[in-house]
């Protein structure tokens, strides 16, 4: 089983609907997690650090299921600007980790 | 602050040539990494330094060398190219290597090796 797995997408989704993708992980010792963004030929940027069972930054809430493994994240009321790449990160948290990055799920979110 | 910078933006190499893609960051971080990025892939690690004088081999190391012979400096060497080494190339830096530091990343640059 690979490290990390995300559904490559597309997703295309109308403005001002709500989507939601999943991460699932496989080391059960990753306590926390990050989202990136990563928009088309430009470097990731982080949009989201996950710590405990979810955080919430505005329209963006990540939610973490310890027992499935997964991390999910939601958006709503999507915008055009949110068209991306989302990129997930698990972290082991035990002292020094390379971080391993999911190949990423693609939004388009069209007028 | 400029970030994280890297040179050049853009490069075509034939196989068999050397060069060196430049990386730099002005934020005093002691991690520092390179990442390559192929289509329909992650990013996956190439080499990577906890601080200066210390670096340490990736997911895929074949074919690439560092040093660290500053905390700002992180230079990635093709040694002899290749066409499998066509990619982008990302450099990243964070405060600590562990996941709970934010990885900046630099604009990368996009190698063609023909």
């Known amino acids: 089983r690979k490290e990390v797995e995300q559904d490559p997408g597309p997703f295309n989704v109308p403005e001002g609907a709500t989507v939601a993708f999943n991460c699932t992980y496989s080391?059960?010792?990753?306590?926390?997690f990050f989202w990136y963004r990563q928009d088309c030929r430009k470097e990731p940027k982080l949009l989201m650090s996950?710590?405990?069972s979810g955080n919430e930054d505005g329209r963006f809430t990540a939610q973490l299921n310890r027992a499935s493994q997964y991390i999910s994240l939601l958006i709503r009321d999507s915008k055009l600007s949110d068209s991306a790449t989302y990129l997930c990160?698990?972290?082991?948290?035990?002292?020094?980790?390379?971080?391993?990055f999911g190949t990423g799920t693609r939004l388009l979110v069209s007028p | 602050n400029a970030g994280v910078t890297q040179t050049p933006k853009f490069q075509v190499l034939k196989t068999g040539q050397s060069m060196t893609l430049q990386c730099a960051q002005d934020?005093?971080?002691?991690?520092m990494s390179w990442y390559r990025q192929d289509p329909g892939m992650g990013l996956r690690l190439i080499h990577y330094?906890?601080?200066?004088?210390?670096?340490d081999q990736g997911e895929v190391p074949n074919g690439y060398n560092v040093s660290r012979s500053t905390t700002e400096d992180f230079p990635l060497r093709l040694l002899s190219a290749a066409p499998s080494q066509t990619s982008v190339y990302f450099c990243?830096?964070?405060?600590?290597?562990?996941?709970?530091?934010?990885?900046?990343f630099g604009p990368g640059t996009r190698l063609t090796v023909t």
């Open positions: 990243a830096s964070s405060f600590t290597g562990t996941g709970g530091s934010e990885q900046y």
């Open positions: 080391n059960s010792a990753s306590q926390s």
């Open positions: 996950v710590y405990s």
């Open positions: 990160v698990p972290n082991p948290n035990t002292g020094f980790q390379k971080l391993v």
């Open positions: 934020m005093n971080h002691e991690y």
């Open positions: 330094s906890v601080g200066a004088g210390i670096t």
